[in-house]
């Protein structure tokens, strides 16, 4: 990823401007946030919200209330302009953040929590190299799995076997030729129905990030799963 040019400047005075989840496709969705450290663009965060963040030591995961505070700062872009930051200050390290969400604080069940460079993963290597992944557990096991279009996409889907859903599709590379497999992050159930809830990521080598939760509650009649929560856009003040 091509990553900003000048560090940060420091907090600054907020500043009216269009927030950066409202110019997304997510922005209908609530939000999440998988990746902390990035540079989000001023707005992009409720500045008062209930968190709850998934922590996890091993295999045990905790959804609980989780303190954040989303404070203002400014970085050079290329054109040597200031953009007003969303900065979060998180006082430990959850696997993920949820502001505002309708989740239960408590336990959660976990069957897969990817390692601290997840396309070193087996998940991240196998859905590259052989199209599919099993996810083996709980009330409804899924296989994740893609098909390649004639108009050179990736589909990606999800199946117990007999009956498939279509989930989302990316480009076959990123810009700059990056690599776009999913990395799938968690495998647990969030919502305390048994079956599989999936937090991923979609990389991008151009400034862009795409985090999305799926959570099986949510799916329709025939459905496995229904995207829940998402944030996706470019990166403030990043570019080469």
């Known amino acids: 990823m091509c990553r900003p040019l000048l560090p940060l400047l420091g907090l600054a005075l907020t500043v ?65 302009e200031d953009e007003e930051l969303d900065v979060l200050t998180i006082n430990d390290a959850p696997l993920a953040l949820l502001p505002n969400t309708s989740l239960k604080a408590g336990k959660v069940l976990t069957w897969y929590q990817a390692k601290a460079n997840p396309s070193e993963a087996l998940q991240w290597q196998k859905l590259k190299k052989l199209g599919k992944w099993a996810m083996p557990w709980g009330a409804q096991p899924l296989t994740l799995s893609w098909v390649q279009t004639p108009d050179g996409w990736k589909r990606y889907h999800v199946s117990d076997g007999q009956t498939k859903q279509f989930l989302f599709s990316t480009e076959l590379e990123s810009h700059y030729g990056g690599d776009t497999t999913p990395i799938i992050h968690w495998v647990g159930d969030l919502d305390g129905d048994g079956k599989a809830d999936l937090l991923l990521s979609i990389p991008d080598d151009n400034c862009g990030f795409d985090e999305r939760l799926y959570l099986s509650s949510q799916a329709g009649e025939g459905k496995f799963l229904r995207k829940a929560a998402q944030l996706t856009g470019r990166e403030a003040a990043c570019g080469c």
């Open 16 to 80: 009216l401007s269009t927030p950066l989840w409202a110019q997304t496709a997510g922005s209908a969705l609530p939000r999440m946030v998988i990746e902390q450290s990035r540079q989000y663009g001023q707005g992009t965060f409720p500045r008062h919200a209930n968190w709850l963040g998934l922590y996890c030591d091993d295999q045990a995961c905790e959804l609980k209330p989780a303190l954040v505070h989303i404070t203002s700062s400014s970085a050079k872009n290329v054109l040597d």
